[in-house]
């Protein structure tokens, strides 16, 4: 290289730096009130019991919908409801932002080994079982059957160990300092020892489970080749089989009914949406093709879930330096959570009518008589996830959602106990405080649908 090209290459090096480095000066980092040594400990303490409300607030005066959260005991960490920021959390530069050690230390008592505990490798490998299992038959089929069986029995949920142990989990993250429930972890007292036990109880009821199953699978009388055959087929320890189990569990019973819930709750405040879907499901029959023509209840299900999503926010945790896209800078060990409660209800993603329960907004030209839904940008709306890891019983649980609430809606109608707005409550899957408790008449049918 000649020294004139050499001298330009040099300069042209030293300007971009320049640049870069004024560009990252002049962002302007939003976020609560911070002090030096303790950061926002204060303000944080103050809003302990509605940090949901806090962050949405603070993210909406944000100019860039970021903030940064710096705090004595904890993580730098950085909150985002902005797409951009999100799809390049998720999918852009998705190696530098695995859920990290800091997010598996906390879940890991309850969820061990589980696919939604683990990176890499482990990741991989659980992930490509699992999606077998989702795609080697006709899971609608599947599922239908399977529903129409619980829905005649009226299964319960699982026990109450289960909801113990998520609950703890949901509080060590949340916790102004995480020193404390490692502590009270080491000294084997207080909420961790509840956790000890509940997982306890969790871990034998799934342990029998698998041990049920290997019984049969030495008598040769398994024909049904399920996720759990395939597991054990596949060479997991019983260990690792368990808290695969466990993780699949806890995405697949918890999300859906809080999704439901919620959805009961705001149709029986809009009595004349309630009723155009009661319509909708009298002139579609419960099977797997027919139910995918219930728009209208799929519309109502994605502005619930928009404005209560069964999961607040998910963090990972960066790998080396790095900026997003808005130009918010990121420190390697930073924590990095998108918000899907804080995007639902920013003005400039949904509107200024984002507080309205509208389902006709998921409809093309923002009309229910369009009869075609719009497709939505996944990192705007990132209930499921997105990008590699997005939740691969997404198309499950709307076929669930759609059968369970259709078949009540078209028996009962469901009515509100109290006149009170219900309480949301955070934890590793939202849920509604109480549960909804209503009363229940059944619906006027004519004849025609009584035959």
Known sequence: MSPLLLYLSLL???ITTIISFHRRRRHVISGPPTYPLIGCLISFY??????LDWYTALLS????????ITRLGARRTIVTANPSNVEYILKTNFPNYPKGKPFTDILGDFLGYGIFNVDGDAWR?????????????????FFITTLEEEVEKELQQLSKAFDVASTIC???????LGVVWKLKRLLGVGSERELKEAVGEVHKAVSEMIASKKEVMGNNNDDDQDLLSRLIEAGYEDVEIRDIVISLIMAGRDTTSAAMTWLFWLLSSHRGMESAVVEEGKRVATTSEALEEMKLLKACLCESM????PVVWDSKH?????LLPDNTPVRAGDRVTYFPYG????EGLWGKDWFEFRPERWFVDNEEKSCELKRVCPYKYPIFQAGPRVCLGKEMAFVQMTYVVASILRRFEIRPVSQKRPVYVPLLTAHMAGGLNVLVKRRCQSKTETR
Do not use: C, W
């Open 306 to 309: 928009r404005l209560y999503p």
């Open 318 to 322: 960066a790998v080396v330096d790095d």
């Open 61 to 68: 005066q944000s100019p860039t919908n970021t903030i940064v």
């Open 46 to 51: 103050k809003n302990r019991r509605r940090l």
């Open 12 to 14: 042209f090096s030293l």
């Open 343 to 346: 995007m639902g209800r920013m």
């Open 125 to 141: 490998a659980q992930r490509k079982l699992v999606s077998h299992e989702f795609t080697a038959r006709s899971l609608k089929e």
């Open 170 to 176: 949901a509080r060590r993250g949340a916790a102004p």
